[in-house]
């Protein structure tokens, strides 16, 4: 359900906004959000460490 949804929302963002980009942080260790926004197309672009916890930057084009 989250996944479709988060699809639905990504497909939405593109058709009303001139993008061909959207991307997202998350914590490494925040597996159900690495699932679900891998689910809706996303890709890992990045690993960083922030404030001494590790972060995921992911990224959806077009």
Request: hydrophobic share 40%; charged share 30%; proline share 0%.
């Amino acid at each position: 359900m989250a996944s479709q949804v988060t699809k639905d929302f990504i497909k939405e963002v593109f058709s009303k906004y001139k993008i061909d980009k959207v991307g997202a942080f998350t914590y490494a260790f925040n597996d159900r959000s690495i699932i679900l926004l891998e689910k809706a197309g996303f890709t890992k672009v990045e690993t960083f460490i922030e404030d001494g916890i590790e972060s995921i930057y992911l990224e959806k084009r077009i």
